[in-house]
T-cell receptor, first 114, second 116 residues
Framework: AQSVTQPDIHITVSEGASLELRCNYS??????LFWYVQSPGQGLQLLLK??????LVQGIKGFEAEFKRSQSSFNLRKPSVHWSDAAEYFC????????????FGRGTSLIVHP | GAGVSQSPSNKVTEKGKDVELRCDPI?????LYWYRQSLGQGLEFLIY????????KSGLPSDRFSAERTGGSVSTLTIQRTQQEDSAVYLC??????????????FGSGTRLTVV
């Protein structure tokens, strides 16, 4: 069974600073990988996804993520954080073989200081 | 509709009562998923529908939980004899074709269930 680990429960950054949120996964085959963002009281919004091909994927809101097979990682990055980026971020891995039901990590809460 | 709609947005119920949570997916999306999000936890998969069938219901935590989908559209998640540990946010998502779920799921805003 696949699993996802987000080692950081909380991350605090200053506005304008760079950001990296860590995600490690465990899956026997080539994974489908996702990052979602959840603002307070809202559902989850897809930031970006990786299926195959270029290991550096660009997403919405200036986010990008890099798939590193050797490290089983899919870290999310943003060069300059805005106060509106404060939210909960979830990494997910989709299992193949039919429904691609994603397994989610526990989430990382991003706090942005002015 | 334009997005995934869930109702009610908030539900407070007494322990032992039954509750029904509704999900209205995006029109044309054949795949529908229910997740549960507890405080400080990630999203816990509950059940997946493809059309009106549920090929995977492995995440339902007990026989008090059931779900159905009719007309390939609206889904209802029912929790019988609610317990305090059922308190959570219940999220619904839909996607176009199960096999293409990898293209991303659209989530509703969730139903916050509180059992008192």
């Amino acid at each position: 069974a696949q699993s996802v680990t987000q080692p950081d429960i909380h991350i605090t950054v200053s506005e304008g600073a760079s950001l990296e949120l860590r995600c490690n996964y465990s899956y026997g085959a080539t994974p489908y990988l996702f990052w979602y963002v959840q603002s307070p009281g809202q559902g989850l919004q897809l930031l970006l996804k990786y299926f195959s091909g270029d290991t550096l994927v660009q997403g919405i809101k200036g986010f990008e993520a890099e798939f590193k097979r050797s490290q089983s990682s899919f870290n999310l990055r943003k060069p300059s954080v805005h106060w509106s980026d404060a939210a909960e971020y979830f990494c997910a891995v989709g299992r193949s073989g039919g429904s691609y039901i994603p397994t989610f990590g526990r989430g990382t809460s991003l706090i942005v200081h002015p | 509709g334009a997005g995934v709609s869930q109702s009610p947005s908030n539900k407070v119920t007494e322990k032992g009562k039954d509750v029904e949570l509704r999900c209205d997916p995006i029109s044309g999306h054949t795949a529908l998923y229910w997740y549960r999000q507890s405080l400080g936890q990630g999203l816990e998969f509950l059940i997946y529908f493809q059309g009106n069938s549920a090929p995977d219901k492995s995440g339902l935590p007990s026989d008090r939980f059931s779900a159905e989908r009719t007309g390939g559209s609206v889904s209802t998640l029912t929790i019988q004899r609610t317990q305090q540990e059922d308190s959570a946010v219940y999220l619904c998502a839909s996607s176009q074709y199960g096999r293409q779920g990898g293209y991303g799921y659209t989530f509703g805003s969730g139903t916050r269930l509180t059992v008192v």
